[in-house]
């Protein structure tokens, strides 16, 4: 089925390692994101991008980094995980603007 | 800052009850304001974008609209499957690649 595939599903880091959550995308959309939800926030942006090759930084992009090489994927980054990262992941895409039609199912993360 | 605020955080419905979700918002130049469920797991699934006061959208048991100052998800005699988290969120600016500001959500259970 057509739509924004994320993995991995769960992850569990140590503190200080680093590793790459994957998104991909089959419906040829130019706008991707990622998102990060925890306990009694709203879903905040960490990365975007506007088509390939073209990036930018969300409300919280510290501690991320993100690229993309095509128009399918567009992977995210932690460099040095911290306890505060632990979250819900979420991996978006539309085909015009920054507003979400698809996301994948998420990326359980712990950072112990 | 924008900020989307909504009520109730939780709310208990028999099936056939119909109530209302609010979603108030304070934006500068509102550009969309955007529906979504989240089932437990699973990722944001879109429902309705809303561009100007007075516009309506309906799918099925729900139907949004929208005023100046907020949204609200009217869910008509709902049942057991209506189940989930209702997120609103609103764009603001100028263009399509204006950021998203989520609210919180409203968990909403129906009991058969």
Redesign the interface.
């Known amino acids: 089925n057509a739509g ?1 595939t994320q993995t991995p599903k769960f992850q569990v880091l140590k503190t200080g390692q680093s590793m790459t959550l994957q998104c991909a995308q089959d419906m040829n959309h130019e706008y991707m994101s990622w998102y990060r939800q925890d306990p ?6 960490i990365h ?1 991008s ?1 088509g390939a090759g073209i990036t930018d930084q ?2 919280v992009p510290n501690g991320y980094n993100v690229s993309r090489s095509t128009t399918e994927d567009f992977p995210l980054r932690l460099l040095s995980a911290a306890p505060s990262q632990t979250s819900v992941y ?1 991996c ?1 895409s539309s085909r ?11 990326t359980r993360l712990s950072i112990l | 800052e924008d900020q989307v605020t909504q009520s109730p955080e939780a709310l208990r419905l028999q099936e056939g009850e119909s109530s209302s979700l609010n979603c108030s918002y304070t934006v500068s130049g509102l550009r969309g304001l955007f529906w979504y469920r989240q089932d437990p797991g699973k990722g944001p699934e879109f429902l309705f974008t809303l561009y100007s006061a007075g516009e309506e959208k309906e799918k099925e048991r729900l139907k949004a609209t929208l005023t100046k100052k907020e949204s609200f998800l009217h869910i008509t005699a709902p049942k057991p499957e209506d189940s989930a988290t209702y997120l609103c969120a609103v764009q603001a600016g100028e263009t399509s690649g204006s950021r998203l500001t989520f609210g919180e959500g409203t968990q909403l259970t129906v009991n058969p």
Do not use: I, K, N, T
Not at chain 1, 40 to 45: E, K, V
């Open positions: 924004v009694g926030m709203g879903l905040r942006l975007y506007v969300g409300e979420f978006a015009s603007g920054l507003q979400p039609q698809h996301f994948g199912d998420g």
